[in-house]
T-cell receptor, first 110, second 112 residues
Framework: RKEVEQDPGPFNVPEGATVAFNCTYS??????FFWYRQDCRKEPKLLMS???SGNEDGRFTAQLNRASQYISLLIRDSKLSDSATYLC???????????FGDGTTLTVKP | DGGITQSPKYLFRKEGQNVTLSCEQN?????MYWYRQDPGQGLRLIYY???????QKGDIAEGYSVSREKKESFPLTVTSAQKNPTAFYLC???????????FGSGTRLTVV
């Protein structure tokens, strides 16, 4: 089993739709959680950190459920420019390093 | 402007050659990392360094080597022992291990 697992998709949604991605992690020692966005053939860019209380940044909402060991990303009112691959990242305190999921691909269509 | 710079953007390697990928940051970050990404796949950790003159192997270190002689620089050498080096190589840095990363724009390495 992979340490960080994401539904690869692809998710194809119309503009204005709400879409949610989930990510599960296997190591309970994991301490910090992030979502990154990666455009085709580009480097990943930090989208948002994920806090236990949940956090929101405009149309994006991230949630963490430590008991069930999953994090989620909700995108409301999808824009064409949201089309990208979304990477879930988990930092493991014991290992001292971060592990990236394989990513979920989103395509927003007119 | 602060950032992280990788060079070259594209690199072609002949069989049996060693090549070195450059990574320089002026963000004053302590931690630096090298990842490899194959088409349609996630990022896999090659090496990481939390402080100058110290580095650790990641999940796929075989066939690679690094050095961290300066805080700003973390070059990666792809040796001839790496049998399948064609990939997208990404360098990143962070304040400490559990903060979000800033990535360079990557180097695409192709074996010819």
């Amino acid at each position: 089993r992979k340490e960080v697992e994401q539904d690869p998709g692809p998710f194809n949604v119309p503009e204005g739709a709400t879409v949610a991605f989930n990510c599960t992690y296997s190591n309970s020692a994991s301490q910090s959680f992030f979502w990154y966005r990666q455009d085709c053939r580009k480097e990943p860019k930090l989208l948002m950190s994920v806090y236990s209380s949940g956090n929101e940044d405009g149309r994006f909402t991230a949630q963490l459920n430590r008991a069930s060991q999953y994090i989620s990303l909700l995108i409301r009112d999808s824009k064409l420019s949201d089309s990208a691959t979304y990477l879930c990242v988990v930092y493991n305190t014991n290992a001292g390093k971060s592990t990236f999921g394989d990513g979920t691909t989103l395509t927003v269509k007119p | 402007d602060g950032g992280i710079t990788q060079s070259p953007k594209y690199l072609f390697r002949k069989e049996g050659q060693n090549v070195t990928l450059s990574c320089e940051q002026n963000l004053n970050h302590d931690a630096m990392y090298w990842y490899r990404q194959d088409p349609g796949q996630g990022l896999r950790l090659i090496y990481y360094s939390q402080i100058v003159n110290d580095f650790q192997k990641g999940d796929i270190a075989e066939g690679y080597s690094v050095s961290r002689e300066k805080k700003e620089s973390f070059p990666l050498t792809v040796t001839s022992a790496q049998k399948n080096p064609t990939a997208f190589y990404l360098c990143a840095s962070s304040v400490t291990n559990n903060y979000g990363y800033t990535f360079g724009s990557g180097t695409r390495l192709t074996v010819v």
